[in-house]
């Protein structure tokens, strides 16, 4: 396993996050188990998670996933203190006011009950997981200052936010002499690019550490044409990647020829593109199995010349920071 720092910070994390998305809907609890020691026996230090993560098709259930976490933690044997425990704040956990969104309130009661479900003292990463647009910085910062202070996190980060959200609250921060953001967790692959424009280049202005959520694009990167024609394509792990697959459909099937002239699994390749641009930290990848876990290891064997990267952007063009991507 490679590893490396998150953003400015002096934390060691691994190149690759375990996102835990599928732990409860997806992976039974005994699966999702196995899953994160197999992460940690190969070198995974870095596991993240959402309080409303777990939620069924009805919108019930929600922390589940972290309570899956939880009794793993429960286990023992140093799991809980081998992981760099990232989790989020923001999704609607009820129906009463005050159980969502960001609020000094609302993020006073959601830290304590992932702290309970996640059975555990402390959240090593604390992300917003979307700008709140009506609860003011000074309110936000304020509440992650006290949560510090009592040992409760440790960083913050954000998901979703755009470049100019990324600079107001780093400004703010600033202003209160405190740390700040520490990541972004931005959705980034080959196929979406957007936060090339302004996104990518305020998290190397402020030193932030970036985290691609949906590497593989729902599947599309990896392997899905393949898939489809020896009959192993999973539809129900992919349920929005019809509509995407036939609107890119003559893209993607370059994108696999090419990955077979490099001798590489396009989802390997995929990884492997991510690791190698700027401000990626970790991308966060949500295996179902061991199998899948290792898979996405062998990426970090893959490097890429410039040669191979060129006809990358080639096939799926991206962005320049704006505004010369689009002005002058």
């Known amino acids: 396993m490679e590893y490396t720092h998150l953003g400015r910070t002096g934390l060691t994390v691994s190149r690759l996050c375990l996102g835990t998305m599928n732990f409860g809907p997806h992976t039974e609890e005994a699966e999702a188990h196995r899953l994160m020691d197999t992460a940690h026996e190969r070198g995974i230090n870095f596991f993240d998670t959402a309080n409303s993560y777990g939620r069924d098709s009805e919108g019930r259930l929600r922390g589940r996933t972290e309570e899956i976490i939880g009794r793993w933690f429960a286990k023992g044997g140093g799991r809980r203190e081998r992981t760099v425990l990232a989790t989020k704040v923001y999704g609607d956990m009820g129906t009463w006011p005050n159980e969502s969104r960001l609020s000094a309130l609302a993020?006073?009661?959601a830290v304590e009950a992932s702290l309970r479900r996640l059975q555990?003292?402390?959240i090593d990463l604390y992300q917003m997981h979307h700008i709140d647009r009506d609860t003011p910085w000074e309110e936000i910062w304020q509440a992650m200052e006290v949560l510090v202070a009592q040992g409760k996190i440790t960083y913050v980060g954000s998901s979703n936010f755009a470049g100019w959200h990324i600079a107001q609250a780093q400004e703010t921060a600033r202003a209160r002499h405190f740390l700040g953001l520490v990541s972004e967790q931005s959705l980034y692959n080959l196929l979406d690019r957007t936060i090339e424009l302004e996104v990518v280049p305020a998290l190397q202005h402020y030193g932030l550490g970036l985290l691609p959520w949906s590497p593989l694009r729902s599947g599309l990167l990896g392997g899905i044409l393949r898939k489809e024609r020896?009959?192993?394509?999973d539809r129900?792990?992919?349920p929005h990647a019809s509509e995407l697959l036939a609107r890119h459909r003559d893209?993607?099937?370059a994108y696999e020829d090419?990955?077979?002239e490099l001798g590489a699994d396009p989802a390997d390749l995929a990884l492997a593109w991510l690791l190698s641009r700027p401000a990626v930290t970790a991308p966060v990848i949500g295996p179902r199995t061991a199998a899948h876990l290792d898979a996405a290891i062998g990426a970090l064997d893959l490097k890429l010349d410039q040669k191979t990267l060129d006809h990358l952007d080639e096939?799926?063009?991206g962005h320049r920071p704006a505004p010369e991507d689009y002005a002058w």
């Not at 020896?230 to 394509?233: L, S, W």
């Open 107 to 109: 993020v006073r009661k």
């Open 120 to 122: 555990t003292d402390h």
């Open 230 to 233: 020896e009959g192993t394509r």
């Open 236 to 238: 129900s792990a992919m």
């Open 251 to 253: 893209r993607i099937q």
């Open 258 to 260: 090419f990955a077979a």
């Open 315 to 317: 096939l799926f063009p």
